[in-house]
């Protein structure tokens, strides 16, 4: 079973240093991890980090995976289109990297099963280039999906989705997480949505750690004022689950 652990994890783009001192406990197979924290704050950088695409002091420790190098897969913010794919090749193209590039019956069973339940099979012969900003969002996690990562980094995945799609892919994602033992981070805007669907919450604000814990224990009205700078309130909804209300910008 794979599991993740941050150590004195740090990021720096050249020698300008944007994240640093995070440390994070084990986290165990099939666990979410919502990352959250204002715009800016280096959620993105800290991805990258743990992805291996920026250096920076600390050690991210894998343990438990024996996939090597495609033990981590990483959903980026913004993915380009590239006009030449149909979003069947990309999706193709991204599972076989890093590994024989002869087609398997189970490689079109696994893509096959990923636009299904991604509600994007429609796409499939379409060009990347012709998509939505939902739709390439979506596209963008089939093929960090296609690759049965055991941790995977999403950031912002949902950012660009109608609310049906949203609750939609959230879902998934969770229950892939739960039956393969993956570990999930995702990072959030909306923090109902890490209230939801995160085991975990892990708060970021100017670089640094500033909590790491359950949702409801992270996500309170005072750490909302303090870091998020609103005044809100977490309360009940008709489901018993806790919700942030904002009800106005902090002085
Ligand atoms: N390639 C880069 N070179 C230098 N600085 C960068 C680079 N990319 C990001 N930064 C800076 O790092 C800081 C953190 O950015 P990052 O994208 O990690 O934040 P974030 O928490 O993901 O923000 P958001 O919620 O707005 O997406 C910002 O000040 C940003 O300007």
Request: charged residues 20%.
């Amino acid at each position: 079973m794979v599991s993740l652990q941050l150590d004195n994890v740090g990021a720096a783009y050249g020698r300008k240093a944007i994240v640093s001192g995070v440390s994070v406990p084990a986290i165990g197979a099939g666990a979410v991890v919502a990352v959250i924290g204002p715009n800016a704050a280096g959620k993105s950088t800290l991805f990258k980090r743990i992805a291996g695409l920026v250096k920076g002091p600390g050690a991210v420790r894998v343990s438990g995976s024996g996939k090597g190098r495609n033990a981590i897969g990483y959903m980026p913010q913004d993915s380009a289109a590239n006009a030449v794919l149909s979003v069947y090749e990309s999706l193709l193209l991204a599972r076989k990297q890093g590994s024989s590039w002869s087609v398997a019956d189970d490689d079109l069973v696994y893509i096959d099963g990923v636009l299904h339940a991604l509600n994007i099979a429609e796409l499939s012969f379409l060009d990347l280039g012709v998509l939505s900003g939902g739709q390439r969002q979506l596209v963008s996690m089939a093929q960090a999906l296609v690759r049965e990562p055991d941790i995977l980094l999403m950031d912002e995945p949902t950012s660009a989705l109608d609310l049906h799609r949203q609750v939609e892919v959230l879902e998934f994602v969770r229950r892939q997480a739960r039956e393969r033992g993956m570990i999930v981070m995702i990072a959030l805007h909306d923090l109902n949505q890490a209230l939801r669907f995160a085991d975990t919450v892990l708060l970021i604000d100017q670089g640094a750690m500033r909590a790491c814990g359950a949702p409801s224990a992270v996500i309170t009205a005072t750490m909302l004022r303090q870091i998020y700078r609103v005044e809100a309130r977490i309360e009940k909804c008709s489901r018993n689950l806790d919700h942030v209300i904002v009800d106005t910008a902090a002085a």
